[in-house]
C-alpha cells in the first residue's frame, strides 16, 4: 500500500502501486523540510514507511488534506476538505508533517555562501549504504 484517506465517517480507501520497482535496488534517501507538503509528504511517507528509506533534513510541512472544490455559479466557489491523508503505517501527515531521522538546518549563512548542509548530509549517508 502507498497510502490511504480517510473521510469524515471514517472510512478508509487505500491506494496501492502495481508499477515496477525499477529503482528500489538504488541506495537512496529522502530530502524534505518545511516547504515539503502534499504530494511530496505522501511519497517521503510510502518510501519510508515501505522502504524503510532515511530522511534527512527538516520536519516537512503537514498537508495531508483532500479538498474538493464546489462551483456555486457567478464567479465564486467553495473549497471543502473532504479527507485526509496516512501514511502506510498510519501516520497522518496534516498539522503533523512529517519528522526527518536527521534533523539537518540550513541557516541564511549557508543559504548566503550556497551551501546545501542537507544535500551533503545526504551524500555522506549514500557513501554509508554503498560501502
Not at 534527512?56 to 474538493?68: N, R
Not at 479527507?83 to 549557508?110: C, H, M, R
Not at 545526504?122 to 554503498?130: M, T, V
Request: cysteine-free; glycine content about 10%; charged content about 30%.
Amino acid at each position: 500500500m502507498v497510502l490511504f484517506e480517510e473521510d469524515k465517517d471514517g472510512i478508509k480507501k487505500e491506494f496501492n502501486s502495481n508499477g515496477p520497482s525499477n529503482f528500489s535496488s538504488y541506495p537512496t534517501v529522502i530530502l524534505i523540510d518545511e516547504g515539503s507538503a502534499s504530494a511530496s509528504e505522501i511519497l517521503a511517507g510510502a518510501l519510508k514507511d515501505n522502504r524503510e528509506l532515511l530522511m534527512i533534513g527538516q520536519k516537512s510541512y503537514g498537508k495531508g488534506t483532500v479538498q474538493k472544490i464546489i462551483d456555486l455559479g457567478e464567479g465564486t466557489s467553495l473549497k471543502v476538505t473532504i479527507a485526509k491523508w496516512f501514511t502506510p503505517l498510519g501516520n497522518i501527515i496534516d498539522g503533523e508533517g512529517i519528522n526527518p531521522d536527521i534533523l539537518v538546518e540550513i541557516t541564511l549563512e549557508d543559504y548566503e555562501q550556497e551551501k546545501d548542509p542537507q544535500l551533503e548530509k545526504a551524500l555522506e549517508e549514500i557513501e554509508k549504504i554503498i560501502k
